[in-house]
Structures are given as structure tokens and as C-alpha cells.
């Protein structure tokens, strides 16, 4: 009977995998590629992952552009002015087709919040960083009351005659300052459009005059009667497009 160094020698070589064998241990270099596989594998997933959920939000923000205008009441219970608002609203809806478009937003600001840095950010670079685009103008309302507008003039060598003057109608709290005023104005210049944005009162920085003091966030339909007379005097012979942001869009839908 076999013991000591002996008998182990003995025991190994019963051992299912050889006489006398033992098995080789994994190596360092095999171990750290086992590892870096499974760390591309993982990083590969959570990529997948993460461009799953980006198209998932970027997706379930694009929809299509629903209008709704009226009371919602019959047509039974409205009055004949109402009638002719609503036809005439449906005869500009359908000569507008974007407005029945499906809206796909911008890929890098798809939500609400998102937008709301973006628009914060580009704020910041037009009125600390940007120099204004604008040459001022003071119209005389018919009160007595004045409203500044600034204008921003295309290339006279790209500009065309046959395309409209905009006249811009800036949102709440906001002015011809806004970058989105200042930017629009510059790109539809650069177009070959003459822009004008109309501060309302109260906006843009200038004595409001010697009418009693006035104000609304979407603004008087008198006012933009005389800004849009003087512009048809500075550009005559164009047609006039009234282009309105927030309640500048209330006040130019009103306005038409």
C-alpha cells in the first residue's frame, strides 16, 4: 500500500482526465479577452438601448397638425358674422396645406423641454452676443400714439419686387429683440424679403406718446391698420404677408 509522495502520484493517475495530466489554468490573456467580449457585447446592448428610447421619443412627438376654430357649437345656434368668420377661416386653412401637415420636429430638440433650452440658449446668443439687425423706424398711430418698427432690408441686388414685405408680430413679453423675431427677419432678408416687426405698445423701447395708454398682449387692430399703411408706403407695389409668433399669432388670425 502506497503513501506518502507515492500515493498521490497514484490517486492523479485514477483521475479521469490522464495519468499524470493536469489541466492548464486559463491564461491572463484569455481571461481579459473573455471580459473585453463581454464589455463590447454590454456597451453594444446598452447602445441599442438608447437609440431604441431616442427614436421612441423623437417618434411620439411627431403628429399631425390639428386645427380647431369656432365655439364647437351647430351651425344652427351661430350668427351670420360668425358663419362668414368660420368660412373665411376655412378658406385660408385650405390655401395654407403646411397647416394640415404632419410637424416633424427638429431630431436634437424633439420635446417641449428640450425646445425650451434650445430657444434659451439662442435668446442668450442674439441679445448679448449678436449685434442688431435692425434700423428703427417711429410710426405716429392715429391717438397719438407711436410703436417702433424695425426693419431688417435685403441685398438690393437679391431683392425681387414681386415678393411680400412681412410684417412681424412679435409674442408676450417679448420684442423685436426676440430671437425669434431677429432671426426670422434675417432669413427671410436673406430671401429677398423685406421684413418689418411691429413692437405693439408698450414694446421696443420707445415713448408710447402722447395717446392715453393702451396695452394688450395681442395687440389693436387700428394700431396694425396704420403700421400697415406706412409699410405699404416704404415698399409700394409688394403685397403684405402678416407673419405672428405666440400671440402675435393670435393677433395676425384675428387680424385676417
Known amino acids: 500500500q502506497a503513501s ?15 495519468v499524470g495530466k493536469l489541466e492548464a489554468l486559463p491564461s491572463p490573456l484569455a481571461v481579459a479577452s473573455r471580459t473585453t467580449l463581454r464589455s463590447v457585447r454590454l456597451r453594444r446592448l446598452l447602445a441599442l438601448v438608447l437609440a431604441a428610447a431616442c427614436a421612441y421619443d423623437y417618434l411620439r412627438n411627431v403628429r399631425r397638425v390639428r386645427l380647431i376654430f369656432g365655439r364647437g357649437r351647430s351651425r344652427a345656434r351661430i350668427s351670420p358674422a360668425e358663419a362668414s368668420a368660420q368660412a373665411r377661416l376655412a378658406s385660408i386653412v385650405a390655401r395654407c396645406p403646411a397647416l394640415s401637415s404632419v410637424y416633424w420636429p427638429t431630431w436634437y430638440a424633439p420635446g417641449a423641454l428640450a425646445q425650451f433650452v434650445l430657444l434659451g440658449l439662442k435668446e442668450f446668443r442674439a441679445r448679448v452676443l449678436q449685434r442688431s439687425p435692425y434700423t428703427q423706424e417711429v410710426c405716429r398711430l392715429r391717438d397719438g400714439g407711436q410703436v417702433a418698427l424695425d426693419w431688417v432690408l435685403p441685398d438690393p441686388a437679391c431683392a425681387d419686387q414681386k415678393l411680400p414685405v412681412c410684417v412681424l408680430l412679435h409674442g408676450a413679453f417679448q420684442d423685436s429683440t426676440s430671437v425669434t423675431m431677429s432671426d426670422l427677419a ?7 424679403l423685406p421684413a418689418v416687426v411691429m413692437n405693439r405698445r408698450g414694446y421696443g423701447g420707445i415713448d408710447p406718446g402722447d395717446a392715453e395708454l393702451r396695452l394688450s398682449m395681442f395687440g389693436f387692430d ?22 405672428g409668433f405666440s400671440c402675435g399669432s393670435g393677433f395676425a388670425g384675428r387680424y385676417a
Open 186 to 192: 434675417l432669413d427671410l432678408a436673406e430671401r429677398g
Open 4 to 18: 506518502g509522495p507515492l500515493r498521490c502520484l497514484t490517486e492523479v493517475g485514477r483521475m479521469p482526465f490522464g
Open 222 to 243: 387700428e394700431d396694425l391698420d396704420d403700421v400697415l399703411q406706412l409699410v405699404a408706403q416704404r415698399q409700394p407695389g409688394r403685397p403684405i404677408a402678416i407673419v
